[in-house]
């Protein structure tokens, strides 16, 4: 499947256009000139599917335990890369923000069953998720859409001084390696379980419920590794966050994530698409980037189901 790009039916002004306007006279003491994003925001907000515009929010699937992309705090419920993005969204569209926790397993079917109107949890758009198949190409369920707006890989975490000399996925091999119950990480551990098989030298998967379960086993020694996400190695392996644990190994495997949809949801997917591009042009998209040190992943602009 190609990433689809969504054509725009509605009037995106040139700068040229907005420039040209400046030397207008005033409309009248109470009006002014609607300024081209104003026009936008405004097209964007009447596009927006009535049921959710009615409701006036958007409810957000997450699993709100993967710092610093979705997690809470003593003083938040909902916190990271994730709740911002969606924050500036909602913003945008004149709609308020609520997440939904959940186990990151239950996120793609509470979205298929309509349950929330969209899910933001870190979730790595692919081909399989897209068309709703597994492994063997035979369909499990419905697919899902997605949007992607930000590119991650997978990381390879350990102990600080990495104790055991791991380099790459291969010198997994042989060892017991810890990854969250779901993910892309748990299927590149089960790919990797099968090379090592190729060698003799057989490798465990602890498949866990969530991350910080996956980082405490590394801690106590009984995992030799974690496997999980770009942004969440950085995050964990920064100074303040005690000096746990080194990122090791080269950066693998680029991919999306993307905000996930019900495939019925054509007309939100699109204005939601559109409404990312809108801030990755006026700067708010760089600016969240760049509150959580993951710059590195920015895309250039909104893409709806680009995973393979």
């Known amino acids: 499947m190609r990433p689809t790009l969504i054509p725009f039916p509605l009037s995106f002004p040139f700068r ?3 420039a040209a306007g400046t030397g207008s006279l005033l409309l009248g003491a109470c009006s002014a000139p609607t300024s081209p994003a104003d026009r936008t925001a405004a097209e964007l907000r009447a596009r927006v599917p009535q049921p959710v515009r009615a409701a006036g929010v958007l409810r957000i699937g997450s699993d709100l335990n993967y710092p610093p992309v979705d997690f809470r705090t003593p003083d938040a419920p909902w916190a990271g890369l994730d709740p911002d993005l ?3 969204v909602g913003n945008y569209l004149g709609l308020k923000i609520e997440f939904v926790n959940m186990p990151f397993d239950q996120v793609i079917p509470a979205v298929q069953q309509k349950k929330i109107d969209l899910a933001m949890s870190a979730v790595i758009d692919t081909r399989r998720r897209q068309e709703g198949t597994d492994d063997n190409h035979q369909q499990v369920d419905p697919g899902v859409d997605f949007i992607d707006y930000f590119m991650t890989g997978t990381s390879i975490l350990v102990r600080n001084g990495n104790p055991l000399n791991i380099s790459s996925l291969d010198s997994l091999c042989g060892r017991t390696v810890a990854v969250q119950r ?3 990480q748990a299927e590149v551990g089960r790919r990797q379980i099968n090379a090592c098989l190729k060698v003799d030298k057989p490798m465990k998967l602890h ?3 969530t991350d910080a379960l996956a980082q405490a086993e590394v801690s106590a020694g009984t995992a030799a590794a ?5 942004p969440v190695a950085v995050y964990n392996t920064a100074p303040e966050r005690g000096g746990r644990f080194a990122m090791v190994g080269a950066y693998g495997q680029s991919s999306p994530y993307g905000i996930t949809l019900n495939k019925r949801d054509t007309e939100l997917r699109d204005v ?3 409404t990312l591009d809108q801030l990755i042009r006026n700067g708010d998209y760089d600016r969240i980037l760049t509150k959580w040190g993951v710059q590195r992943g920015a895309v250039t602009s909104a893409v709806v189901n680009g995973g393979l």
Not at 226 to 230: E, R, T
Request: charged fraction near 20%; aromatic fraction near 4%; charge should be negative.
């Open 182 to 184: 779901g993910t892309i």
């Open 207 to 209: 498949e866990l419920e």
């Open 16 to 18: 040229a256009m907005a």
């Open 272 to 274: 939601l698409a559109h």
């Open 226 to 230: 974690d496997l999980n996400d770009y």
């Open 86 to 88: 969606a924050a500036a």
